[in-house]
């Protein structure tokens, strides 16, 4: 079933973690098994990069992965810094968030690709976000238990989409949790409510143009779709429109990067999204309680329509 929703502030800056961790709460009727959040913000002037990276996983029943010691987990800390290092790279501050999940401000100048397949050298560890404006985080539990888990009630910022999961095709796991990054493209993630059908073809396709998947979960593909759209020259629009052609199934996808919103519906428009837009926010939801926890008041909302693509600049 699953829940998604974002929202955009044009011109503003508010408490967006807040904000999108209460609209995430309204849909946890539709998957409590995990969630995620994609915030943008300002990002930080004294590193070039936010990473947003795990080194091992918190699971759940149906994962094939274990918990592990916790010196396991300093060890492969210890190797990525050394390979951030060597990369020619370097740290400016670092926080440890949980045993397993850190947040790096890192200076580099060089190819991400190159830098992103280095650091994911290390066993188990995988880059949840490497952006100028981005921060990643998804974890096992509802809304509230994330948010306080990793203090997101605090990060400002402008825009973000986020995703409550009812695990059906895979394990109850971080790794399988959304939102996704759109690897190497710095900014890029993306929620997804329903099934393609046409996964396989089109992840072969893409991992032959050097693109990367760390799960077996059909909505990685949507991101990793659009960022190697954006990184051959195409807007984020002309990407969504093509997807409506070359990604087949029932879907309803939210994607952001830093200075955007989009929502793509599919031609069958069988998946919800409800829909609320003034002249200085945008907000949309699987259920329209989920904005109605940031608009309380009597407000107009629509459904979109099958096949439409809408994108909004901040």
């Known amino acids: 079933m699953c829940g998604i929703a974002g929202l955009i502030h044009k011109g503003k800056t508010v408490n967006i973690g807040k904000e999108l961790q209460d609209m995430l709460q309204a849909l946890k009727h539709r998957g409590p098994d995990s969630t995620g959040f994609a915030l943008y913000g300002k990002g930080n002037n004294q590193g070039d990069y936010i990473m947003r990276f795990k080194v091992g996983e918190n699971v759940a029943e149906g994962s094939s992965a274990v918990n592990e010691d916790k010196s396991v987990y300093d060890e492969r800390r210890k190797l990525v810094d050394k390979h951030i290092r060597e990369l020619g790279g370097s740290i400016v501050n670092d926080a440890q968030l949980t045993p397993y999940s850190f947040r790096y401000c890192i200076k580099y100048d060089k190819d991400l690709m190159e830098f992103s397949k280095r650091i994911e050298s290390v066993e188990m560890t995988e880059i949840l976000s490497l952006g100028k404006s981005l921060e990643l985080v998804k974890d096992i539990g509802d809304a509230s238990v994330v948010s306080k888990q990793y203090g997101l009630d605090k990060i400002k910022g402008t825009h973000a989409i986020g995703h409550s999961r009812m695990a ?75 997807s409506l052609k070359e990604l087949d199934g029932v879907f309803t996808y939210l994607v952001a990067t830093k200075d955007s919103l989009g929502m793509a519906k599919d031609t069958m428009a069988a998946k919800p999204m409800v829909l609320y837009e003034s002249d200085d926010l945008v907000a949309l939801g699987s259920e329209e309680i989920a904005i109605r926890t940031l608009l309380p008041q009597e407000i107009d909302t629509y459904d979109p329509y099958d096949g439409e693509v809408k994108v909004w600049q901040i």
């Open 168 to 242: 059906t095709e895979s394990g109850v796991d971080i790794r399988s949790a959304h939102p996704f990054w759109g690897y190497p493209f710095s900014d890029v993630s993306v929620v997804h409510n329903g099934q393609l059908t046409n996964y396989w073809n089109n992840r072969r396709a893409l991992e032959n143009k050097g693109m990367r998947f760390m799960s077996e979960c059909d909505s990685e593909l949507i991101a990793v779709y659009l960022a190697q759209k954006m990184r051959s020259g195409a807007s984020l629009q002309d990407g969504m429109q093509d």
